[in-house]
């Protein structure tokens, strides 16, 4: 148990400390962990650190990284402690009302970058917006491409609001309140979903991490966890125009499937991505334009 009167003073100290401590607790990143949490509470760099790794932590910084140090040790993940997390170098706040945005989850950013020319005019709906992250990174790498973000949500959407706005594409992005497409009058060009994809049976045996800090709203997929794809893909034909792409990301072995759904709702072209370990992770197929 980490107490303040054990911590060292010293932020380099503490921060080895702290990496004691989480190894020994079985934490997969003790060493990121513990950085990261000693450097937020102690509001400097790392670079700052090695500098001066006698920089002394103040009795209220002190309090701060026991507190961190804490929720980690209950599993809570870093990103949620400290309401940020990076997304394809970019900087995003979250809150409690969205999905902790994962690294798997870039590659259904750069499955849809795929179908789209740099430099296009292009128009982009994000499903399920939660944080913005997938439309804030598209409309950073498409500097001409506008979007909009649906959420059931109206606190997620105030965090994806807040998201555009501080990397930059706000003027670029709108947001809506709405189940999938209930808010929509117009078509797009390209139109990614990141929907809740885990089937009830195995909402009780996630990771404490996922399950005690991730919104129910943004993980439970149904029965067979494929509720969402069947709104999506029951309506695609209004929101996705003609020669347009839909880039969705899935569960683990829902591929075969979600295909088949896909080409029941008359896309061609289906393709696959893989995530960093291997699985397929992205599913995307094109309405014909004719």
């Given at each position: 148990?980490?107490?303040?009167?054990?911590?060292?003073?010293?932020?380099?100290?503490?921060?080895?400390?702290?990496?004691?401590?989480?190894?020994?607790?079985?934490?997969?990143?003790?060493?990121?962990?513990?950085?990261?949490?000693?450097?937020?509470?102690?509001?400097?760099?790392?670079?700052?650190?090695?500098?001066?790794?006698?920089?002394?932590?103040?009795?209220?910084q002190?309090?701060i990284?026991e507190?961190?140090?804490?929720?980690?040790?209950?599993?809570?993940?870093?990103?949620?402690?400290?309401?940020?997390?990076?997304?394809?170098?970019?900087?995003?706040?979250?809150?409690?009302?969205?999905?902790?945005?994962r690294?798997?989850?870039?590659?259904?950013?750069?499955?849809?970058?795929?179908?789209?020319?740099?430099?296009?005019?292009?128009?982009?709906?994000?499903?399920?917006?939660?944080?913005?992250?997938?439309?804030?990174?598209?409309?950073?790498?498409?500097?001409?491409?506008?979007?909009?973000?649906?959420?059931?949500?109206?606190?997620?959407?105030?965090?994806?609001?807040?998201?555009?706005?501080r990397?930059?594409?706000?003027?670029?992005?709108?947001?809506?309140?709405?189940?999938?497409y209930?808010?929509?009058?117009?078509?797009?060009?390209?139109?990614?979903?990141?929907?809740?994809?885990?089937?009830?049976?195995?909402?009780?045996?996630?990771?404490?991490?996922?399950?005690?800090?991730?919104?129910?709203?943004?993980?439970?997929?149904?029965?067979?966890?494929?509720?969402?794809?069947?709104?999506?893909?029951?309506?695609?034909?209004?929101?996705?125009?003609?020669?347009?792409?839909?880039?969705?990301?899935?569960?683990?072995?829902?591929?075969?499937a979600?295909?088949a759904?896909?080409?029941?709702?008359?896309?061609?072209?289906?393709?696959?991505?893989?995530?960093?370990?291997?699985?397929?992770?992205?599913?995307?197929?094109?309405?014909?334009k004719?």
């Amino acid at each position: 148990m980490i107490f303040a009167e054990n911590l060292p003073v010293g932020a380099d100290a503490a921060m080895r400390y702290l990496m004691a401590v989480f190894s020994e607790a079985g934490l997969d990143t003790p060493a990121l962990d513990a950085r990261l949490l000693t450097l937020a509470a102690a509001q400097i760099s790392h670079e700052a650190m090695i500098r001066d790794p006698e920089f002394e932590l103040s009795p209220s910084q002190r309090r701060i990284l026991e507190s961190h140090a804490r929720r980690r040790l209950d599993c809570e993940p870093v990103s949620r402690i400290l309401g940020r997390r990076e997304f394809r170098g970019l900087d995003f706040v979250i809150t409690p009302h969205v999905l902790d945005p994962r690294a798997d989850s870039e590659v259904l950013v750069e499955a849809g970058l795929g179908c789209m020319n740099a430099d296009a005019r292009c128009r982009i709906l994000d499903l399920g917006t939660g944080s913005g992250c997938l439309l804030v990174s598209f409309l950073a790498a498409l500097p001409r491409a506008h979007g909009v973000g649906v959420d059931l949500s109206p606190d997620a959407l105030a965090c994806a609001r807040d998201n555009a706005a501080r990397n930059g594409v706000g003027e670029r992005a709108r947001f809506a309140c709405g189940n999938w497409y209930d808010a929509l009058h117009e078509t797009f060009d390209l139109v990614v979903a990141n929907p809740p994809y885990i089937n009830h049976g195995e909402l009780s045996v996630l990771p404490r991490d996922v399950a005690g800090y991730d919104p129910l709203l943004a993980l439970d997929g149904g029965a067979d966890g494929l509720d969402a794809y069947r709104a999506i893909l029951g309506d695609i034909s209004r929101v996705l125009g003609k020669g347009g792409w839909l880039v969705m990301e899935i569960g683990f072995g829902q591929e075969t499937a979600l295909a088949a759904m896909m080409r029941g709702a008359g896309l061609g072209q289906i393709r696959t991505s893989r995530d960093l370990a291997g699985h397929i992770r992205v599913l995307k197929g094109k309405l014909p334009k004719n």
